[in-house]
């Protein structure tokens, strides 16, 4: 069974930075996707950044440029650097993976971000 635990979320001004981070512990050797969706209020969840192992980030049009997903194998985390953030990225960020490919996924129990004056 995989466990998923985020942190890193909190209340930060416009313009502002937030590290996201999220480890996974269980019995795995390797996780083939990683990724990071959010949820805003009466809004459907949706993908913010995803990587694969041994290959390059996507991301949402909205976070281009501004949100950097990276990984580190070692630890089994996957992390988002999200600067210049803005209040349209205010939402529940929650942590994704996918061990093997085509397996199930699993989520994390989200983290707030705000973005307010």
């Known amino acids: 069974q995989v466990q998923l635990v985020e942190s890193g979320g909190g209340l930060v001004q416009p313009g502002g930075s937030l590290r996201l981070s999220c480890v996974v512990s269980?019995?795995?050797?390797?996780?083939?996707?990683m990724g990071w969706y959010r949820q805003a209020p009466g809004n459907q969840r949706e993908l913010v950044a995803y990587?694969?192992?041994?290959?390059?980030?996507n991301y949402a049009d909205s976070v281009k440029g501004r949100f950097t997903i990276s990984r580190d194998n070692a630890k089994n985390t996957v992390y988002l650097q999200m600067n210049s953030l803005k209040p349209e990225d205010t939402a529940v960020y929650y942590c994704y993976v996918q061990i093997i490919a085509g397996g199930v996924g699993s989520w994390g129990q989200g983290t707030q971000v705000t973005v307010s004056s």
């Open positions: 269980g019995s795995i050797s390797s996780i083939y996707h």
């Open positions: 990587i694969f192992s041994g290959s390059s980030a």
